[in-house]
């Protein structure tokens, strides 16, 4: 049964950092590229950034591009969303998601999510 748990969320001020972390139990961790999206409350789950099977390859919503940094360590099949500087409009459940080989912007293209982890930023 594949599992993906994510920790790391909290309540924060705005400006300081916090590390989400993902646990996945995939058995073929590295076939499968990650991502991360979120959602605020009343709006619609979004992008916000993906990695490749071997983590060569990321890419970011311009709305974190700069501040968030994704990176995966396929030895303990996890996968980090590193966020800096962070803002009120960052405040969202976050949820990893794997697919296979290939990464996407789209959530319908992921095959795997987790239950989400709450992250809100105060002013």
């Known amino acids: 049964q594949v599992q993906l748990v994510e920790s790391g969320g909290g309540l924060v001020q705005a400006g300081v950092s916090l590390r989400l972390s993902c646990a996945a139990s995939?058995?073929?961790?590295?076939?499968?590229?990650m991502a991360w999206f979120r959602q605020a409350p009343g709006k619609e789950r979004e992008y916000v950034a993906c990695?490749?099977?071997?983590?060569?390859?990321?890419d970011y919503a311009d709305s974190v591009k700069g501040r968030f940094t994704i990176s995966r360590d396929n030895a303990e099949n996890m996968v980090y969303l590193q966020m800096n500087s962070l803002k009120p409009e960052d405040t969202a459940v976050y949820y990893c998601?794997?697919?296979?080989?290939?990464?996407?912007?789209?959530?319908?293209?992921?095959?795997?999510w987790g239950q989400g982890t709450r992250v809100t930023v105060s002013t």
């Open positions: 998601a794997a697919r296979y080989l290939r990464p996407a912007r789209e959530s319908e293209q992921y095959s795997y």
């Open positions: 995939l058995r073929t961790f590295s076939n499968y590229a």
């Open positions: 990695i490749s099977i071997k983590g060569g390859t990321t």
